[in-house]
């Protein structure tokens, strides 16, 4: 027993972890480190997956979860960052100069979403049951940091880091809610989530070629 | 029996007194002027003068400009016979009331308005153009005024209107009659061509208005449409004088006598009003087209607020 | 039977990426959707017959029920429209210059990849699978909408992609909340299974039920364009082919439609009311409504203009199944189906339009009544129908969905929704009457119509809505009427 | 019988369907010209038949009393989609009318037709022609407020369409979207008003009982009817559409839009007002009544400011349907106040007016066809002289100008005759309020009256008399003879219900009794002769035929006096006067323009005239040239309808750029702010 409480203690931690790791992301200005931080996330994430796994295979014999934690390391980890930071290793830009709003005021608007996932999501009595809810919190936060993250970068490789974060958190809300989400469903976001990959990378090229380049401000000539 | 007779007092009356009053009105001007005038019976010589006259037609013109003479003397002869001179001969019924008498003498007008743009001239549309604003604006007023003393009588029909008012006693000391007196006495002036722009003596383009209308006519067909004018600056003059100064009820008996001697009272009263009328047009400065408006107006307003009395006061004017 | 609506089309993708002529392409094409037209009516029979058509033998995936059957209809009967059209389309396309004859294998396997993914989420029973199958029309619409590959058209597609995906993820945390309410109410085998939801609705969690309801209606929402979160529909509408805009908005807007109407369902049938989906449903709808009303009015684009018209008869349809009453269900799906037609017929007409003048500029057109007689006659018409004119079916419905608001407990929204109407009406009449008449500016242009095919297809949709609008074949009513019961829980 | 009446009710739409299903084939296989002539007469001979059976079988109903027929009653799958067709008497009153007019103009259109030839399809015109009628008779007959509303949409719809028919010019088209585009938004409103009522009543058919609905309800419905019916009317301020749209249309259309269609809203607010709704505030009519007198005022005074002959004709219609309303509305106030036999009186004028307006609007409008097809122009400072070249065509205009004068031996004088008395007859002793507007509306029609004929004169003095003002003019032709049959039809109706208006007096009073429940036979004397007034002997009577046979014999008395007196009529032709400068030529003639000046001028506060002289030359004092014209301003149009346009695209286009502003990042915030919003909403709801 004393085991599952250390998992769970450590399932906490390491989703305070992974909120703090979009917190990071939303601090920082460079290509890099957009990358270098979603690949610690979903590092975090695989990890906590892993976790979960070990317990699901030990009390149900379940393997299910690992297999997740392994694509989670093989795309999230390895080969989405990787293929991203080749896409823009001959990008002329490094770094982010101008957001919408200064990075300070983001972090706090960051804070501020916690809080209100915080106070939107306590007064739903299904979700309150034990620990489970700190973590939703934190885990639904992170969809909304990946979505204000998508919002504050301009460079087209902000909205697919911004995605990806969303995605993160979509899933370790999954993850951390309900224990058992189908398998099915799982893989399916994970084809998904490739594709999504590919098109965007197929799209960035294609508008880097028309437009000269990735800055998705230059992409709005169709108004009204 | 009783219509035949009737019919034929009118027309005679009518016929007769018409070119009479013209005279009138004419001989009091050129008193006025410190001129002899003409003598009063002078538009029968010339009515009898153009009829025998030949006749110079525009070669413009069409058959509009034949037949309008005969509209127009025949619309007011129509009018004139639905306005009783006289309440001691009335038939049961006249197939017609006022509203039937101001769209007859609207077809003579609509007729005399189209003819005066047949012959292409100038004058012509002068003439037919004023009077159209003229009309439009006068008409209203006439409607008004007369309204209201139908609404007294709660009757449309003019001998209706006529019996109902010899019951007022003296209409003309009564607010709402003395109002709608006003403003007869104004449509008169205005529809006979008078006060304040037009004068039916002259052919100065500035004044013209009727004159200008028929200033292609000649002949018998002047003739007509002087003799039409006259006939229907009486009924006008009818209307004013047996709805405001009514005699019959002083008159008791019904037969030959009373009836003489109604018709009597009723030339004193014209001859009264056409002198009246030509004080007035005498001591008017002739005004701009554009103060037609002004007048109307007035006469409407006058109009206006006598129906306003009758309705205010509840009726009680009988 | 049914499961071969899945197969054929992915047959038909691994065929035509093969096949290098391109008769054979067109050929294929029109073939594929022909059978699977084929193949939909034989299942519409079954689930007339039936009520719901299950298979054992797939693992019980595949669930096809009145509901998912008229969504199924349109999606196959348009996509048959649209490969007739492409036809007559892209021949077009190419003799001018415009489409290179290599890339027409990739159009069809992306079109029927498209087509595809809407019957696969037309035809699951999973609530996750469901949610896999719409995020995957946006990634094959994606290359459809960029297909012109300009500058325009990848603008178009990226955000289709983003905002979508987006909204897809929304969509997705609503599952995942759908799911977590159903924890210890459902067993393992049947989660996120539609069918088991529906039955055990009442003993869900309801908080944790609105709640994913909330991210269902903005995900899927997005998906369908529904105001605020429209904002890539006029941009893919417009920049996309003209065939597989008619697809997206005839087909594609009502796929995650029905993706909403699903989870609504369970929510109304767990809160024994609609009035929590109601409002949210009626807000967004009339919300939609107005914002179409006012774009349309000083749009410039006749592509996008259908594109905001889109917007509009989504909020309407939106509004009627908020309402939750039965009138107003039913004349929300036969509004699906009359918009579907009426729409995809305004877009081919004007992809036929766009293929003579060669603008998308409304002031740029004129005399398109003499230019092009029969396009110009059907777009014509098709806008009046489109606005809400009897004869046309459009108006059948609607009228349907506005006497259902005026008994429904907001007769207030009814009086603005009338209104609005009108004024939708009143846009299109004031931005876009004026290019049937005159004489076009451009006097090479030649009198005759483009694309026969295509053509074809417009009359016989023409005579289709106008009949529809007056006659419902007693099949189809019976349909609807059992999707009604499916939605009302009756 | 009444299976009888029923089935040459149904024979006549039959044969309209005939009509139109035969010119849609001509129009789908583009025969040859000249078949499609022939094809052409062929439709409009059925349209005549069809009519007369459909007058026929109308007339038959209402005076023979039977009960209302019931026509069709066909129910859709979809709901509430029926077809379902009653004829009462006030709908057979109104397809009576509509038949007459038909049928003249039917016949009208065989003739004027061939100026189409070879130049447009026939076809076209042909099949859009049939089915307006077809909805037409639709909208009149409708027994459900759907079913009503779906032929009202198709009647707007099918008008719109003949209204762009001449579509290459630009003011055509932009006529036709303003049209459309009101009639729309009215519709709406209709439509608003027709569901508010099943949300009380759960029926749409017309025989429901609508007592149950709440008082105020019924209040919001009766303003929503008004305006609805009210922009199909042209009454003002909601009567924009009309001057643009009956020009634009082709004559005989026009002749049908506004002898007829316009009607429909009469019939419209009759129907639901009156019967359906039943009147239940004193206020309802003194609205009607008030926007009567201002439609009939302000209606003729642009009338006379227009030289464009088919304009000139639109707001003549705005004008006559401020009669016809002030006649309705004095109706309500009296059914109102439970004075069944005010309001019946009033109602019977109001729909004389119709009926009559049917007669010489539409016979104004065939004559302007006529004008238009025989020298191309519409304008009328381009006419003149016309009447030489014309002859029948002007008689018979000159009689319709009379009638809608409201002069005596015609029937537009008959049906002014008939409102003046209910007027007059409503003044009670308690309403002063009521009283004073009588008064005012007596006024207003006085005064309506005569700038009418003031503006007709213009109308045909200007364009018939005098000299020819351009080349077409001169060269001008009579028309063919089915047009002039067609025109002399209607030009004999005027002076028939002139004449003997009691025929239609009695007919129309079966109607009246319908639907108000009082009658006014028993006020009326005489065979032909006309005489009422409700609250003493009847005395006040009016007899056009008396007049008639006295105006004939003063004619001919005059005619012998002056002969014996002055002899034989010597005739000398000669030039007009010319005060001995030169001889007058076409220009030198009063022009429209100056005709109407002095009205112009008096009423300058509401016409706003926008006077410009351009000198061309070089010198001020050496002008070559000097050019002034002049125009009305539209004060409706200028200052309401302009402004209220403009804001709605300035919103539009700034809302759009605002919103869909390109910007992905904005995008992504709208769902971002939804989210939370909507999160939020659920934390509190």
């Known amino acids: 027993m004393s085991n599952l409480a250390v998992n769970s203690n450590l399932l906490e931690t390491l989703s305070v972890l992974i909120l703090l790791s979009s917190f990071v992301l939303m601090a920082s200005k460079r290509i890099n480190s957009y990358i270098k931080t979603f690949r610690i996330q979903s590092f975090l994430i695989a990890l906590a997956a892993g976790i979960m796994g070990l317990r699901s295979l030990i009390s149900e014999g379940r393997w299910d979860f690992l297999v997740v934690c392994l694509l989670i390391m093989i795309f999230k980890v390895l ?8 896409t823009y290793k001959n990008v002329s830009y490094k770094v982010e100069k101008d957001f919408i709003l200064n990075i300070p005021i983001l972090v706090l608007l960051c804070c501020g979403l916690v809080v209100f996932s915080y106070f939107t999501l306590t007064g739903v009595d299904g979700l309150s049951q034990d620990v489970l809810n700190l973590q939703l919190v934190n885990a639904v936060s992170v969809i909304w940091i990946g979505l204000l993250f998508m919002i504050s970068r301009k460079k087209a490789i902000g909205q697919i880091i911004g995605f990806l974060v969303i995605e993160n958190g979509l899933y370790i809300t999954a993850m951390y809610s309900t224990q058992e989400m189908p398998f099915i469903v799982d893989l399916g976001i994970f084809i998904d989530l490739l594709t999504f990959v590919l098109i965007m990378g197929v799209m960035t090229f294609r508008i880097n070629e028309k437009f000269e380049s990735i800055d998705t401000d230059q992409l709005n000539n169709l108004k009204g | 029996m009783n219509n035949i007779v009737y019919l034929l007092v009118q027309l005679l009356v009518i016929l007769l007194v018409a070119p009479f009053v013209n005279g009138l009105i004419k001989k009091v001007k050129a008193l006025s002027q410190k001129r002899k005038g003409a003598s009063v019976f002078q538009m029968y010589f010339d009515l009898y003068k153009l009829v025998k006259k030949k006749t110079v037609v525009s070669n413009v013109s069409s058959w509009i400009f034949h ?182 009820q002083l008159i008791g008996v019904i037969g030959l006598g009373a009836l003489i001697l109604s018709l009597l009272i009723y030339l004193l009263k014209v001859i009264l009003l056409a002198l009246v009328m030509g004080i007035i047009e005498v001591n008017t400065v002739k005004l701009k087209l554009f103060s037609i408006p002004n007048l109307a107006a007035l006469s409407f307003i006058l109009a206006f607020l006598g129906v306003l009395q009758f309705l205010i006061l509840g009726g009680k004017h009988v | ?140 619409s994606a290359f459809l909408v960029g297909f012109y590959n300009d500058k325009h058209a990848l603008e178009a597609a990226w955000k289709y992609v983003i905002l979508c995906s987006v909204g897809i993820a929304i969509a997705l945390l609503g599952i995942i909340l759908l799911h977590l309410s159903s924890a210890g109410v459902l067993n393992s085998s049947s989660f996120l299974d539609w069918t088991a939801l529906y039955t055990k609705a009442s003993s869900l969690k309801s908080s944790v039920l609105r709640l994913a309801f909330i991210f269902i209606l903005i995900g899927f929402g997005t998906k369908a364009g529904l105001a605020p979160m429209h904002n890539w529909l006029p941009d893919a509408h417009s920049q996309a082919p003209s065939p597989i805009s008619a697809l997206l908005s005839g087909v594609l807007l ?54 905001y018209s889109s917007i509009e008869h989504m909020g309407i349809i939106v509004v009627a199944m908020g309402l939750y009453s039965p009138l107003a269900v039913f004349g929300g799906l036969m509004h699906m189906i009359n918009h579907s037609l009426t729409k995809s017929m305004l877009f081919f007409s004007s992809g036929n339009i766009l ?74 009449a004031v931005t876009l009457l004026k290019i049937f008449y005159g004489e076009p500016d451009d006097k090479n242009l030649q009198v005759g119509e483009v694309n026969l095919p295509g053509t074809v297809c417009l009359v016989i949709l023409l005579v289709g809505i106008t009949v529809s609008g007056l006659y419902l074949p007693g099949d189809l009513k019976e349909l609807i009427t059992k999707a009604q019961g499916i939605i009302l829980g009756t | 019988m009444e299976q009888y009446l029923r089935n040459l009710f149904l024979m006549s739409v039959l044969l309209y369907v005939l009509g139109a299903a035969a010119s849609a084939l001509i129009y789908f296989f583009k025969k040859p010209y000249k078949t499609s002539m022939t094809g052409s007469v062929m439709v409009n001979a059925v349209c005549i038949v069809a009519s007369g059976l459909g007058g026929a079988a109308s007339a038959a109903k209402i005076l023979l009393a039977v009960n209302s027929l019931k026509l069709i009653n066909l129910s859709s799958t979809i709901p509430f989609i029926s077809l379902e067709m009653n004829l009462d008497n006030l709908s057979a009153y109104f397809v009576l009318a509509l038949s007459v007019l038909v049928f003249c103009v039917s016949l009208y259109s065989i003739g004027y037709l061939s100026h189409y030839n070879g130049k447009r399809n026939i076809g076209l015109f042909n099949l859009l022609y049939t089915l307006f009628i077809l909805a037409m008779i639709g909208v009149l007959t409708s027994a459900n407020t759907v079913c009503f509303y779906i032929f009202w949409e198709a009647m707007s719809l099918l008008s719109y369409f003949l209204v762009v028919f001449e579509s290459e010019k630009e003011e055509n088209t932009k006529a036709g979207t303003v049209y459309i585009v009101m009639t729309h938004i009215a519709t709406a409103l209709l439509l608003i008003g027709f569901i508010i009522i099943y949300s009380y009543t759960k029926s749409f058919a017309l025989s429901a009982n609508t007592a ?54 009469i019939y419209g607010l009759v ?136 002069i005596v031996p015609f029937n537009g004088f008959i049906s002014e005759w008939l409102t003046y008395q209910s007027l007059f007859a409503s003044i009670l ?243 971002f702010a939804l989210v939370l919003l909507l999160m939020l909403y659920n934390r509190f709801a």
Request: glycine share 8%; hydrophobic share 55%.
């Open chain 3, 1 to 140: 039977m049914g499961i071969l609506l899945l197969i054929v089309p992915l047959v038909a993708v691994l065929l035509l990426l093969t096949v290098k002529q391109s008769q054979f392409r067109h050929a294929i094409s029109v073939g594929t959707s022909s059978l699977l037209l084929i193949l939909a009516l034989s299942l519409n029979r079954e689930v007339l017959l039936h009520g719901s058509v299950q298979y054992a033998s797939c693992g019980g995936f595949f669930y096809v029920d009145a509901l998912s059957m008229i969504v199924l209809d349109i999606v196959l009967i348009i996509g048959f429209m649209a490969a007739i059209f492409s036809l007559g389309y892209l021949e077009e396309e190419i003799k001018h210059g415009k489409l290179k004859r290599e890339r027409l294998g990739l159009y069809y396997s992306l079109m029927y990849t498209f087509i595809f993914t809407m019957v696969l989420a037309l035809t699951v029973k999973n609530m996750g699978l469901m949610w896999i199958a719409i995020e995957a029309t946006s990634l094959s």
């Open chain 2, 67 to 248: 037949v309008t003479p005969y509209i127009v003397f025949a619309t007011a002869m129509a009018a004139a016979l639905l306005v009783p001179v006289s309440t001691k001969i009335l038939p049961p019924q006249i197939p017609g009331d006022f509203i039937m008498v101001v769209s007859i003498l609207a077809l003579g007008r609509f007729f005399l308005m189209i003819a005066a743009l047949d012959t292409a001239s100038t004058f012509g549309g002068m003439g037919s153009s004023r009077e159209a604003m003229i009309s439009a604006l006068i008409e209203p007023s006439i409607l008004i005024s007369m309204f209201t003393v139908a609404l007294i009588s709660r009757s449309t029909s003019l001998p209706q209107i006529m019996e109902t008012v010899q019951k007022v006693g003296i209409p003309l000391a009564h607010p709402v009659y003395i109002m709608v007196g006003l403003a007869l006495l104004i449509i008169i002036l205005a529809e006979t061509c008078r006060i304040p722009v037009d004068d039916p003596a002259t052919h100065l383009e500035l004044t013209m208005v009727h004159e200008a209308m028929i200033l292609e006519y000649s002949g018998r067909h002047l003739a007509l449409l002087e003799y039409g004018a006259a006939v229907k600056q009486l009924v006008f003059m009818t209307l004013f004088v047996n709805i405001l100064i009514p005699q019959d």
């Open chain 3, 355 to 428: 293929q003579k003048y060669d603008t998308k500029q409304i002031s740029k057109l004129k005399g398109v009544l003499k230019i092009m007689p029969v396009t110009g006659t059907v777009f014509l018409l098709g806008l009046f129908a489109i606005a809400g004119t009897p004869p046309f079916s459009v108006f059948a419905s609607e009228f349907s969905i506005v006497v259902a608001v005026f008994n429904g407990p907001y007769k207030w929204v009814g009086v603005i929704f009338v209104l609005l109407l009108a004024a939708v009406f009143a846009g299109i």
């Open chain 1, 79 to 86: 080969y989405i960052p990787n293929m991203l930071s080749k």
């Open chain 3, 254 to 307: 009502n796929t995650a439609l029905y993706g909403i109407i699903r989870a609504a369902v369970i929510v109304d049938r767990n809160q024994g009311s609609s009035s929590f989906t109601g409002r949210l449903l009626i807000g967004i709808g009339i919300l939609s409504i107005a914002t179409a009303a006012v774009f349309i009015l000083t749009q410039k684009d006749y592509k996008r203009l259908l594109a």
């Open chain 4, 429 to 671: 002793p308690g309403h002063i309020g009521l009283n004073f507007l009588a008064v005012l509306a007596a006024a207003a029609l006085a005064l309506t009256g005569a700038m009418a004929a003031a503006a007709f004169v213009k109308l045909f003095g200007i364009s018939f008399l005098g000299l020819p003002r351009s080349e077409q003019a001169a060269k001008a032709q009579d028309v063919p003879a089915t047009m002039m049959i067609g025109m002399g039809i209607l030009a004999a109706l005027c002076l028939g219900i002139g004449l003997f208006p009691l025929t239609m007096i009695k007919l129309l009073d079966k109607v009246v009794f319908s639907v108000g429940g009082g009658s006014i036979s028993g006020q009326l004397r005489g065979g032909f002769l006309l005489a009422y007034y409700p609250l003493t002997i009847s005395v006040n009577s009016i007899s056009p035929l008396t007049f008639m046979l006295a105006l004939g014999v003063i004619i001919l008395l005059a005619f012998i006096v002056i002969r014996i007196v002055g002899g034989k009529y010597i005739e000398r032709r000669y030039g007009t006067w010319d005060c001995g400068f030169e001889a007058l030529n076409s220009r030198t003639q009063y022009s429209a323009t100056g005709f109407s000046k002095p009205i112009k001028i008096v009423f300058r506060a509401l016409f706003r005239p926008i006077r410009k002289t351009i000198v061309e030359g070089d010198s001020q004092y050496h002008p070559e040239a000097i050019i002034y014209s002049t125009t009305v301003t539209s004060i409706f149009e200028d200052y309401l309808y302009e402004p209220v346009y403009r804001a709605l695209l300035r919103f539009s286009r700034r809302t759009k750029f605002r919103v869909q502003t390109g910007s992905i990042h904005n995008y992504l915030f709208y769902i």
């Open chain 4, 271 to 406: 129907r639901f007002v009156l019967c359906y709704l039943g009147v239940q505030n004193t206020w309802w009519g003194v609205v009607i009544l008030i926007l009567g007198i201002l439609s009939a005022v302000l209606g003729v005074a642009y009338t006379s400011m227009e030289h464009n002959v088919k304009r000139l004709l639109a707001f003549c219609s705005v004008e006559n349907i401020g009669i016809i309303l002030i006649g309705l509305g004095v109706s309500f106030i009296a059914f109102a106040l439970h004075h069944q036999i005010i309001g019946s009186l009033a109602l019977t004028a109001a729909l004389l007016h119709t009926f009559n307006h049917t007669l010489f609007k539409g016979g104004l409008f065939l004559g302007a066809g006529a004008i238009q097809y025989a020298t191309h122009t519409k304008n009328i400072e381009d006419l003149g002289g016309l009447i030489k070249t014309m002859p029948l065509t002007a008689l018979f205009f000159l009689c319709f100008s009379l009638a809608i004068s409201a």
């Open chain 4, 212 to 265: 149950a609905i709440p008082g105020m309800a019924k209040n919001i419905v009766f303003i929503l009817f008004l305006i609805g019916f009210g922009t199909k009317a042209g009454i003002i301020p909601l009567h924009i559409w009309l001057p643009h749209a009956h020009p634009a249309a082709p004559s005989n259309v026009s002749a049908l839009m506004s002898g007829i269609m316009i009607k429909t809203a």
